[in-house]
T-cell receptor, first 112, second 113 residues
Framework: EAGVAQSPRYKIIEKRQSVAFWCNPI?????LYWYQQILGQGPKLLIQ????????DSQLPKDRFSAERLKGVDSTLKIQPAKLEDSAVYLC??????????FGPGTRLLVL | KNQVEQSPQSLIILEGKNCTLQ??????????LRWYKQDTGRGPVSLTI?????NTKSNGRYTATLDADTKQSSLHITASQLSDSASYIC????????????FGAGTRLFVKA
């Protein structure tokens, strides 16, 4: 089966600009996650969707980050405006059961 | 506080040698523990998953152990290969009505020829 797809793979922007990332989960996976992984650290959960509903967004900086999964399949994560400390890899994952998540390749963001 | 700590932070070994990575956790109520391998520029890939009742699980040259009493896990890599160079992340899940996952910071393994 096809894996989790993410785009773009790389993005370079200047601070205060906006950026959006896209994720297409594995077909049939109801749960979708967005993680932020700063260099040298483990992934940090930003938001978890169950179908098109939000399950957990407690660590999402809501003043600048937003995410949606309108039709319960694809999802977009937006940062507006970006800060230097947002430089990280943004990982999308999906799962059919809570025990095992399948990760996409990530989008590497550099904010200058 | 629910935490997952891994050691060492980084490790350099020669090709063909064995190594063991450690994971200590303070997570409750424990549901399962997974080890992921993350190659540079890629997303993490699951290696093993263990529940409370399992104390060892193998996947090829990777063997994970779990001691639920001491809340420790280890990942042993046998006969290392250059392709084992990656970050290894320990992830513990807890179930408090809904699943929550706690990620360790990872151990960065470098295998030298």
């Amino acid at each position: 089966e096809a894996g989790v797809a993410q785009s773009p793979r790389y993005k370079i922007i200047e601070k205060r600009q906006s950026v959006a990332f896209w994720c297409n989960p594995i077909s049939g996976h109801a749960t979708l996650y967005w993680y932020q992984q700063i260099l040298g650290q483990g992934p940090k959960l930003l938001i978890q969707f169950q179908n098109n509903g939000v399950v957990d967004d407690s660590q999402l900086p809501k003043d600048r980050f937003s995410a949606e999964r309108l039709k319960g399949v694809d999802s977009t994560l937006k940062i507006q405006p970006a800060k230097l400390e947002d430089s990280a890899v943004y990982l999308c994952a999906s799962s059919r059961t809570p025990e095992t998540q399948y990760f996409g390749p990530g989008t590497r963001l550099l904010v200058l | 506080k629910n935490q997952v700590e891994q050691s060492p932070q980084s490790l350099i070994i020669l090709e063909g040698k064995n190594c063991t990575l450690q994971c200590n956790y303070t997570v409750s109520p424990f549901s399962n523990l997974r080890w992921y391998k993350q190659d540079t520029g890629r997303g993490p890939v699951s290696l093993t998953i263990m529940t409370f009742s399992e104390n060892t699980k193998s996947n090829g040259r990777y063997t994970a152990t779990l001691d639920a009493d001491t809340k420790q896990s280890s990942l042993h890599i046998t006969a290392s290969q250059l392709s084992d160079s990656a970050s290894y992340i320990c992830v513990v899940s807890l179930n408090t009505g809904g699943f929550k996952t706690i990620f360790g910071a990872g151990t960065r393994l470098f295998v030298k020829a």
